[in-house]
């Protein structure tokens, strides 16, 4: 009867036979590297992964046989006892091998009885096909069959006592791949199927299609090979790390002293008491004392109080018990009295001359800075918010006490004389409380600026009589500006006020007179060679420690005594340069004075800059008509002043706690005049409701209020309003809004000085 292969599937079974011939060659070869039960554990995996793969590649191949118009079945259970057989024959032949040596006689006993076992695991599976044929087979074929698995066995058997490297394991592999895989071919050629009848009915019943129980057969056996060799890789790396290990213990004791001498880091070894017995060159490097000085002495004479009592208490004891004692942290004291941050491990040893401790040390004194820089700017950012939050809050408070004076004062009769002093003293006192407002919010970046490009020269000597006014009369202020020097692009306002605090700063740092310079350099960042306009404040007072140096940017930190300073002054310039895309430094010491540079962007160089003086005085604001409002605010007490202060000036005022009653009241086709919003608030803030209004009524004017400066660009109103404000910046800002003439007159805010 003529008889059928599919190619794909008697390709996967050699490679089965192949890849399972590579598995059991690797894992007997661990079975030499190891002793006991490990071995004949190896050994037996060697075992299992070679006669499963026989069998597997066995049943691939009767799976890819196939006679037209015959179908063909298997009976289970001597399936399965196919599968028996060749596992339990190599497991005895490797293990009889493995026990008694490698002789002729073990050698051919083995290889006889493997390649036996496997021939009849062929025929056993040939027996177990059920079909309507009678199967006869042919003695040559037969004996060559049996030969051949003889041979196979035997050199299987010879090459696992054999250690060999990856590239013959594999060429070794692939022949016996080959070899295992021609004794099953060789069998199948010498099989004849001989139909019983003419016709060959379908057996009964249903079954897996052969090429999904092939491919499922093959994939298990893969995975049982991958596992194999991958248990085998993770103890040859194991191995290897040990072999490693031990060969650097046994020649540490040897390699000691040179090793200490000659090795960068920087290594000690100690005695039972904890007294040095010898250091490395890099250790007395990073100590700073020669050797005769610290051999003998106790580690612990180099340590600060509390890390020699942690030694002592926690980390010795441990070190005795166990053995090792990893990453301990120590302080250090040098030569020249630096202190040092070490993680510190060390290690018992026990060697022919007794016990042997040895140390070495990691110096993370750069990243114990680095960490402390870390959490410094994390604790800097953590008051930035929530100073933030507070000035914004501050703001609300302000505008209802700022606005309600206001009122106040404009309904009194105009001849009270003690009254109107009062009201006076408390507006002045908002005055400073926004101008202590306009700090923090400097300080988180919150500020609205209003940048442009400024000429420093003349801005500073607009300031001059100011400048002059604020310090003491044994004081000198000289400045110095180079007429090629480019405008800066920052807010004109708040750069006054950073640099009269930094003035007035330097006045109280030269309480017996000196020298203040005030000027201007055109700098250049490393990075980039990026240009800055530097304005420098440099004076010749008392100085600052380091101690004082490092917070001299903290918010709220002050060396004043109380009522003389707020500790505001340089967190608003660092905030303010921050804002503005530039950078401040600080340099100073104990009696050389402070130099402060603050770095400006440059501004527009084509045009003049303007001041923040410019502007100081126009004409009054012309009425503006009774307009119809709408107010949004969720604070009731501002809404409730925002109204006061607009009806005040003749308006008709609605007012609404939120955005979604905002809409509402808009979306009854009420006719209003402008919208004016607040911009945080629950739910809804001002620019998204901005953004809503202004896709459902496109004419309605609109003014943002907010308490600071962090609004999104994406949906932000043209016009927008900054709290506190007083009745005139709101009547500026609605006739702004409305497109129509106004003036504005510069408050300059009382400054609360550092």
Known sequence: MTTTYNVALVSLSILIAIA?????????????????????????????????????????GMLAFGMPGMQIRYDIPLTLWSLVVPIVVTAVSFLAVASRGLTRTTLGIGGLFMGLGIGAMHYMGMAAMTMHAQLSYDPLWVTISFCIGIGAATVALWLSTRSRRLSLQAISAVAMGFAVAGMHYSAMAGAHFTPLDDATPALPGGGLDLLTLALAVAGSTFVVLFLGLTASMYDRRMASLSEREAAALRQSEERFRE?????????????????????????????GHRREDVIGRPLINFMTERSARQMLSQDWPVLLKTGECLNAEYRL??????????????????????????????????????????????????????????????????????????????????????????????????????????????????QELNPSSVVLQDLVLNMRELLRRSVNANINIETRFPLSLPPAYVDANQLEMVLINLVVNARDAMPTGGTICIEGQLRAAAEGMQEYVALIVRDTGIGMSQETLARATEPFFTTKGPGKGTGLGLSMAHGLVEQSGGSLTIESSPETGTTIELWLPLGVSDQRGVTASDDKVEPALPPVPALTILIVDDDPLVLANTAALLEDMGHQVTSVDGGEAALSVLRQQRAFDILITDQMMPGMTGTQLAKIVRGERPELPILLVSGYAELAEEGRPVHTLAKPFTQHTLSVAISETLGRPSSRTTVVPLLSRR
């Not at 030499?32 to 004949?40: G, K, T, V």
């Open 333 to 446: 004291v040098a030569r020249a009295g630096a202190f040092i941050d070490v993680l510190a491990s060390t290690r018992l040893e026990q060697t022919t001359q007794g016990p042997l401790i040895i140390g070495g040390l990691v110096n993370i004194t750069e990243r114990r800075h680095a960490e402390a820089a870390l959490r410094q700017a994390q604790k800097m950012e953590a008051i930035g918010k929530l100073t933030g939050g507070i000035a914004h809050d501050f703001n609300n408070l302000l505008a209802v006490v700022g606005g309600n004076l206001e009122l106040l004062r404009k309904r009194l009769p105009q001849d009270t004389t003690r009254t109107a002093p009062l009201i006076d003293n408390a507006l002045l006192a908002t005055q400073r409380g926004a101008s202590l407002v306009q700090r923090m919010l400097a300080f988180a970046r919150k």
């Open 20 to 60: 399972g011939s590579f598995t059991a060659l690797d894992l007997a070869s661990r079975a030499r590297a190891s002793a006991d039960w490990i071995r004949h554990a190896w050994l037996c995996a060697a075992a299992v992964c070679m006669g499963g793969s026989i069998w597997s590649m066995h049943f691939v």
């Open 259 to 287: 090793l200490y001498s000659k090795t960068p880091l920087p290594l000690h070894s100690l005695d039972e008491q904890g007294r040095l017995e010898s250091v490395s060159d890099a250790w007395l490097v990073l100590m």
